[in-house]
């Protein structure tokens, strides 16, 4: 069965500073996408970046980047400088069968002034 | 990239009744999903609204209490039925991009049950 596992319920950073966010997925799938979403309080879910299963490089969006660690079957994100309005739910989510995405249980993130 | 509305984005309603969502993509998208995340808990996918079609479930869904509609590759509709408090939750509207490597989402429709 395809599984996503985020194991920090929250997490708090200082502004500025870098944050990663873990996420570690079970699948048996070859090839698989993983997503990284942001829901801030107003609900809304806003994407942030995607790797392919079989891109070579990790995935980068300006500020985020992901950790991809194919072997270890984790695909992490990583905030740089943090800011104030990076606060909120972040889901990291497996594309399955058909397009359809399996979320993780999400990371609450508290940027610190 | 898609955009994504949905209406209402959000309603009280009263145990027993029911509400129509409404999801609207503006350009042909291939697939389109609906989600629902209760209050504290991660997305749990509905069903995948099919063009056309009856609508696939997933396990612990079923059509007569979420009733789809997909008559065209842009709009999209959920109904929840004889609701109860239990469906307090946001219910989500999703396309899948043309090149599969994004996934866009509605805003969100908030249902409150009383």
């Known amino acids: 069965a395809q599984k996503i596992t985020q194991t920090q319920p929250g997490m708090f950073v200082q502004e500025k500073e870098a944050v990663t966010l873990d996420c570690t997925y079970d699948?048996?799938?070859?090839?698989?996408?993983l997503f990284w979403y942001k829901q801030p309080s107003s609900g809304e879910m806003i994407f942030l970046i995607y790797?392919?299963?079989?891109?070579?490089q990790n995935a980068t969006e300006g500020r985020y980047s992901l950790n991809f660690q194919k072997a270890r079957k984790s695909a992490n994100l990583v905030i740089s400088a943090s800011q104030l309005g990076d606060s909120a739910m972040y889901f990291c989510?497996?594309?399955?069968?058909?397009?359809?995405?399996?979320f993780g249980q999400g990371t609450e993130l508290s940027v610190k002034p | 990239s898609a955009v994504i509305s949905q209406k209402p984005s959000r309603d009280i309603c009263q145990r027993g009744t029911s509400l129509t969502i409404q999801c609207q993509v503006d350009?042909?998208?291939?697939?389109m999903f609906w989600y629902r995340q209760q209050p504290g808990q991660s997305l749990t996918l509905i069903a995948t609204?099919?063009?056309?079609?009856?609508?696939?479930?997933e396990s612990g869904f079923v059509i007569d209490k979420f009733p789809i509609s997909r008559p065209n590759l842009t709009f999209s509709t959920l109904t929840v039925s004889n609701m109860s408090p239990e469906d307090s939750s946001i219910y989500l509207c999703?396309?899948?991009?043309?090149?599969?490597?994004?996934?866009?989402f509605g805003p969100g429709t908030r249902l409150t049950v009383l």
């Open positions: 790797q392919g299963s079989y891109d070579e």
């Open positions: 699948t048996s799938d070859q090839s698989y996408g």
């Open positions: 350009s042909q998208v291939t697939m």
């Open positions: 999703s396309a899948e991009g043309t090149d599969r490597d994004t996934q866009y």
């Open positions: 989510a497996m594309r399955a069968l058909a397009g359809k995405l399996i």
């Open positions: 609204a099919n063009q056309g079609s009856e609508a696939t479930y």
